[in-house]
């Protein structure tokens, strides 16, 4: 049977740690090769409300865009390097 939508985010939540927006602040200040990636699609959000070190990368893209067995033109280079820390909003 496959995993319902609720069945996956509870899977995920057991291995990704939340963090409050302060602590992703932090966490921005003190690693330098951290990378922000808002999920939101750019046009739902004000300039005004983006972190200036803000990635725009749609959540139905991120997938694909991370995914390192596809074709390099399809992919974010920024997501290549898996021992970068990754702050998702």
């Known amino acids: 049977m496959a995993k319902s939508w609720t069945d996956m ?9 939340g963090v409050s927006p302060e ?3 932090q966490r921005l ?3 330098p090769k951290a990378l922000l990636i808002e999920v939101r699609d750019a046009e739902s959000v004000p300039m005004e409300d983006r972190a200036p070190e803000v990635v725009m ?8 865009r991370a995914d390192l067995e ?12 898996r021992s970068r820390q990754v702050i998702v909003t």
């Open 9 to 17: 985010v509870t899977a995920a939540k057991a291995v990704v740690t």
């Open 29 to 31: 200040k003190d690693d």
């Open 23 to 25: 602590e992703a602040q």
């Open 70 to 81: 596809i074709a390099e033109r399809l992919r974010d280079e920024r997501l290549a390097d």
């Open 57 to 64: 990368i749609s959540l139905g893209s991120l997938p694909m």
